[in-house]
């Protein structure tokens, strides 16, 4: 059984950079035509895809805030990172991270607020 977890700080200031690790357990991050998203859902909002990376380890990023979003892995520790430079209030969500074949695995996800 896959199983994720997102972990990270809970508040972050302004200006400063976000980071978030999802750990996948139970299964290997290069399963061949996996793919690991991170989404999240602002408060009173609707899902939003932030980014992903694939089996490959080819990345793909919202151009909504692709300037600003950078998604890496560690093979060896079975990790997805992800790191959203310049955050503002605006970022303040539950961060989710998803994947597998299509979004089959989910984490249970995080909040992230941000603020001073």
């Known amino acids: 059984q896959v199983q994720l977890q997102e972990s990270g700080p809970g508040l972050v200031k302004p200006s400063q950079t976000l980071s978030l690790v999802c750990t996948v357990s139970?299964?290997?991050?290069?399963?061949?035509?996996?793919?690991w998203n991170w989404m999240r859902q602002p408060p009173g909002k609707g899902l939003e895809w932030v980014g992903a990376?694939?089996?490959?380890?080819?990345?793909y990023y919202n151009p909504s805030h692709q300037s600003r979003i950078s998604i890496s892995r560690d093979v060896s520790k079975n990790h997805i990172t992800l790191q959203l430079s310049s955050v503002t209030p605006n970022d303040t969500a539950v961060y989710y991270c998803?994947?597998?074949?299509?979004?089959?695995?989910w984490g249970q996800g995080t909040q992230v607020t941000v603020s001073s």
């Open positions: 998803t994947g597998g074949s299509g979004y089959a695995y």
């Open positions: 139970g299964g290997s991050i290069t399963t061949n035509l996996y793919y």
């Open positions: 990376i694939a089996y490959s380890g080819q990345t």
